[in-house]
């Protein structure tokens, strides 16, 4: 045949869709190689992220209130804006944390919200609560968008020498973050570790006294003497003037010679009776970075940004920044993630390299030809790069889960070329030229590799369905490694029979056949070719024993899933750990910086700890209490330094030698469910509607928990009270003195609460005047005592006359969930812990407790999401095999041939599950994953066989028995071809050794070891479910012959 035949002069079992890019080679090279440039240009484009952008649509509402106490805050701020907040469409979570002078609410929506509708309806929800939230509250609630699972990619530390800590807080929220926020691919910067400047007062009462002076009169002279307000112009017909008044007060100085009091000429100012200087809103907001004092401005990317061009960006910009600040403070970046997020994507990259090269050497040694060898060869590359084309259309990025698909799928874009090729170099060996085997061999074999890729792109259809979590995470996995199959399909009818007909040669194709080549490769697949076929031979005459084989490793699965350990998704290391500190109840602020110091110089001393950096005391967000602080370890590089898990047991008692406070370390990880922040990684729950009933219950509750042998590094519940004093007003007394309530509660306020009375207005900012007694007024509650109420007639009443002192334990912060008061206990897991054991024991020895119906535990955040994908992981593998059954019962329009080709699959489950346990992992999403590829997988083998016995049945005249024992004779190359390729292109996934290879480490191990079992029985099982499922067929048609039409119809 000449090669420059065209479409007219072939015969009907030549034409086909390889047909056209055979006989047109040069359209042919130039389409691969328009795919290739189209994947190399979109890899440049690509977004770099750790993990596939998993928006969690969350909100948080942010209000203060000076002064308050976490239930005051928890009454009147956050239920009223609850009660309005709760009336959203789609909120799945609702929490609230209310401590000293704070209230922060978090809102989380179902995945499917548009998190912009739902950031306009809490803006109404907000307003709406307006007028029902307390008249003194310096500033109207804010909110703001977050992901809880986006952890900062770059933190920065300010330091100076000559400047005060307020004065840095300043330049990094004011000027620095702006600056930062500017730069494509930025979210938000967070700055802390200090807080505003402001004008503090600290009145002297006895001062007061002795002036005949109220606190409330010095809070109103204050409030007064500052202004920015319009003041006009004037004009005439020539000249126009501007009018302005020295109305605003910017230093401390400026405040000092205010007049309090002038009684008959004597001139009472402000520093007669108070310490008037600079300082900051806040004195309680600390930040560090390891032993020095520093604020901290932790950077987060926007959903879909790239991580490493954004922190690229912003080091592009640091010069300048540098710059405006002057040699006199120091801008240091402390944390940059990028060189971890790159080292991570090298070796996954590293990885996808060796299993190209590893699937390549397969070839070559079973066809043992290099023109051979290079056809299917030339299918990965096109596969793989032309994939990137189609991620960049999608706006997927370049991370651990699609590195991981591009990997995995090396093994398989080879399977349908080297089907191709095996099947041409058959005809050709026969004696056929080049050009018409390649025409009739893709012909022939074209259903072949369709149903081959397309029942394995099946497996994935359930998933990209998933709405939730899991659909979410693995829906770019799914389609890069659906589209990569694809494309490998494409490639395998168009290039792979294109280059066959033009490259190939007899001498290859006797090669690739074992008539060529090394005697010792040919004698030694013969001798396995033979042994295989005599085995064969004996198992389909003793068919029963397979038939039971098969039956016992569905009940050896049904066994095995049950009794392995499961879990959501495997703990990366991230080379970072979180570290939130408490003190016992009743320390002092200042005791607790001694804590903390404490801590920080045990971490500090860790070898495998690099830098710790973190902020503490109660200013530091809604939330916090004030003798709580937040620790940031970074640790050193994973080849330098032991797991993340091995590094927090060894800290653990080290750390607890701290008196009279603790600390909980997480390792970090890249995702987080959840809106909440906590001690640990795992949280449950305890909800009332009658807070009585749940105080009485909460350390019953902890004391259980902490006894329990299954969990760890447990919080919560009781741990978290403050000492309260407590005021009981005679009331009757208080009338009859002309005292009101209002009146007692306004002189704590002014002397206690820390209260801005004042805004000082500046060009670039507006500033606070905060307003106070004198530390040493603060230092016991018996100096309450020397506090006077002044009534409306000017009489000064002691507060001693009016009150009685007395002491009780109050929460430090009052959570609550769903507009239900709660408690939230954290809890770690031992190494080797199963956290659905944990959550079982947890269950009974609650059960034990026989605590009121109205008093409800429940576990949330990650535990509770985990078990949510447990129940899915049944139904997500049922799913997949009946996507599969339904895609082939099309393909090959059959209700048997199906239930034969799956009938491979309970070994390969077998295989995936015991390798699971031999190698110690839990069954996680990721392994899950491999187990549903394996679905796809092993049935290629299945597949290959049926095809050319139903073939051989039609058209030789086969009877079943030999049909399938040809069937397996003649393929039994190609199966163990495609199966190597799938095993070592998956197995370099099991011995990366980066900090994200935990994260891959599952999927190859399933595959591997699915592979490894499957691969020995269903060379035995198929052939006798095919005579089995073909007896029963002949059976129904001898039993049903009337419908015996009809039913060869179906088959």
């Known amino acids: ?45 690509l977004p770099v992220a750790p993990l596939p952008q998993v928006d969690f649509p969350t909100i948080q509402v942010s209000a203060s209130l000076a002064g308050a106490s976490p239930e005051t805050m928890a009454s009147s701020v956050a239920t009223p804006l609850e009660r309005s907040l709760g009336r959203i469409s789609g909120i799945s979570e609702m929490t609230s944390s209310s401590s000293q002078g704070s209230t922060s609410i978090t809102l989380q929506f179902d995945l499917g919200k548009d998190i912009d509708v739902a950031a306009r309806e809490v803006q109404a929800a907000i307003n709406a609560a307006a007028s029902m939230l307390p008249s003194g509250m310096p500033s109207r609630p804010s909110y703001r968008k977050l992901n809880p699972s986006d952890m900062p990619s770059l933190v920065f530390t300010m330091t100076s020498k000559s400047k005060s800590m307020g004065e840095l807080y300043d330049l990094a929220s004011n000027m620095v973050s702006r600056k930062i926020s500017q730069v494509k691919g930025v979210s938000q910067v967070t700055v802390a570790g200090s807080a505003l400047p402001a004008v503090r007062v600290d009145i002297n009462p006895d001062a007061l006294v002795q002036q005949g002076l109220a606190l409330d009169d010095v809070r109103t002279v204050i409030s007064a003497a500052n202004g920015n307000g319009p003041k006009g112009y004037l004009q005439n017909d020539e000249y126009s003037w501007q009018i302005d008044v020295n109305d605003r007060l910017l230093r401390a100085k400026d405040y000092r010679s205010l007049i309090i009091a002038n009684n008959n000429g004597a001139v009472t100012r402000l520093s007669d009776v108070a310490n008037v200087y600079d300082s900051v809103e806040d004195i309680r907001n600390v930040g560090f970075h390891n032993n020095q004092r520093a604020i901290l401005l932790m950077v987060s990317r926007e959903s879909g940004a790239n991580i490493i061009d954004m922190i690229e960006r912003i080091r592009l910009e640091l010069p300048s920044i540098q710059s405006s600040l002057g040699d006199e403070i120091n801008l240091t970046v402390v944390e940059d993630r990028s060189p971890n997020i790159r080292g991570s994507l090298h070796e996954a990259e590293l990885t996808l390299v060796i299993a190209v090269a590893l ?23 096109v596969s793989l790069v032309a994939t990137f084309a189609v991620m960049e259309l999608c706006g997927y990025s370049l991370n651990n889960l699609t590195l991981m698909a591009l990997i995995i799928c090396t093994g398989f874009v080879v399977d349908d070329a080297i089907v191709v090729v095996e099947h041409i170099s058959k005809r050709i060996e026969q004696g056929e030229p080049p050009l018409k085997a390649a025409l009739r061999g893709a012909k022939e074999v074209g259903f072949t590799v369709v149903s081959m890729s397309i029942s394995l792109v099946a497996v994935f259809i359930p998933l990209l369905f998933m709405g939730d979590i899991t659909g979410r995470l693995f829906r770019e996995f799914a389609v890069t490694l659906s589209v990569a199959i694809l494309i490998s399909l494409f490639v395998s009818l168009t290039l792979t029979p294109m280059l066959c007909a033009y490259l190939l040669k007899r001498k290859d194709a006797a090669a690739v056949e074992g008539h060529g080549g090394k005697e010792t490769g040919r004698g030694f697949f013969q001798r396995v070719q033979h042994g295989y076929g005599r085995s064969l031979g004996w198992v389909l005459d003793h068919s029963g ?5 098969l039956l016992f490793t569905v009940a050896i699965n049904v066994y095995l899933y049950i009794a392995i350990p499961k879990g959501m998704f495997p703990d990366q290391d991230t080379g970072r750990l979180f570290g939130n500190a408490r003190a016992d109840q009743g320390v002092s602020f200042t005791e607790l910086q001694k804590k903390l110091e404490a801590f920080r110089s045990i971490l500090l001393t860790d070898p495998a700890v690099d830098q710790v950096m973190g902020m503490s005391g109660g200013g530091r967000g809604a939330g916090a209490s004030g003798n709580s602080g937040n620790f940031i370890i970074i640790l050193k590089d994973i080849r330098q330094r032991e797991s993340a898990g091995t590094i927090i047991d060894r800290l653990r008692p080290k750390l607890a030698q701290v008196p009279g406070a603790s600390i909980f370390l997480v390792n970090m990880q890249d995702l987080r469910i959840g809106g909440r922040s906590s001690d640990s990684s795992y949280q449950m729950t305890l909800k009332s509607d009658d807070v009585k009933d749940l105080r009485t219950w909460e350390t019953k509750v902890l004391d259980t928990l902490q006894n329990m042998p299954e969990i760890i590094d447990v919080s919560g519940g009781g741990r978290s009270r403050s000492v309260q004093v407590y005021l009981n007003i005679d009331r009757d007394a208080a ?37 106070g007694v004198a530390d040493q007024y603060m230092q016991s509650p018996d100096i309450l005592s020397s506090l006077y109420v002044v009534t409306t007639g000017g009489a000064r009443v002691p507060l001693s006359n009016l009150v009685t002192l007395g002491y009780n334990s109050a929460p430090a912060t009052v959570h609550h969930e769903g507009q239900f008061a709660s408690i939230t206990y954290s809890f770690n897991l031992p190494v080797g812990g199963n956290l659905e054991n944990a959550k079982q024991q947890i269950r009974n020895a609650l059960a034990t407790l026989k605590m009121p119906l109205n008093v409800q535990a429940t576990f949330s955040g990650t535990a509770s999401a985990q078990s949510k994908v447990l129940q899915q992981m049944p139904w997500l593998i049922l799913a997949a095999l009946v996507a599969v059954y339904i895609v082939l019962g099309m393909l090959y329009e059959s209700y048997v041939h ?22 110690d992992t839990p069954l996680t999403l990721i392994a899950l994953i491999g187990i549903i590829l394996l679905i796809g997988i092993v049935k290629k083998n299945a597949i290959l066989m049926i095809d050319f016995a139903l073939i051989a049945e039609r058209e030789q005249g086969l009877k079943p028995r030999e049909a399938i024992m040809e069937a397996c004779h003649q393929r039994l190359r190609p199966i163990l071809m495609t199966t190597m390729a799938a095993l070592l292109g998956a197995l370099p996934l099991i011995f990366g050794t980066d900090g994200d290879a935990p994260l891959r480490r599952p999927l190859g191990i399933a595959i591997v070891g699915g592979l490894l079992l499957s691969q020995l029985l269903t060379l035995y099982t198929t052939p006798v479910i095919y005579l089995y499922l073909d007896r029963l067929r002949l059976w129904v048609l001898n039993r049903r012959k009337p419908q015996g039409v009809m039913l060869e119809k179906m088959e």
């Open 1 to 45: 045949m000449k090669r420059s035949l065209s479409w007219s002069q072939l015969k009907d079992n030549e034409r086909g869709l390889s047909s056209l890019f055979i006989l047109r080679p040069v359209m042919t090279w130039l389409l691969s190689l328009a795919m290739l440039c189209a994947g190399w240009l979109a890899f440049g484009l």
């Open 359 to 381: 699937v390549i050497l397969v070839v070559f040694m079973f066809l043992r030809n290099g023109r051979a060898t290079l056809i299917p060869a030339l299918a990965v590359p």
């Open 545 to 549: 024993l397979m038939l039971v084989v």
């Open 735 to 771: 009338r009859r003195l002309g005292v009101d309530v209002d009146m007692v509660i306004a002189l704590l306020n002014n002397s206690y609460a820390q209260r801005q009375i004042s805004t000082i207005y500046q060009e670039q900012n507006q500033y606070r005047v905060v307003m």
């Open 898 to 919: 199906p239930l034969t080709i799956l009938s491979t699959l309970p070994s390969a489950g077998v295989g995936a599950l015991l390798a699971l346990i031999l190698f």
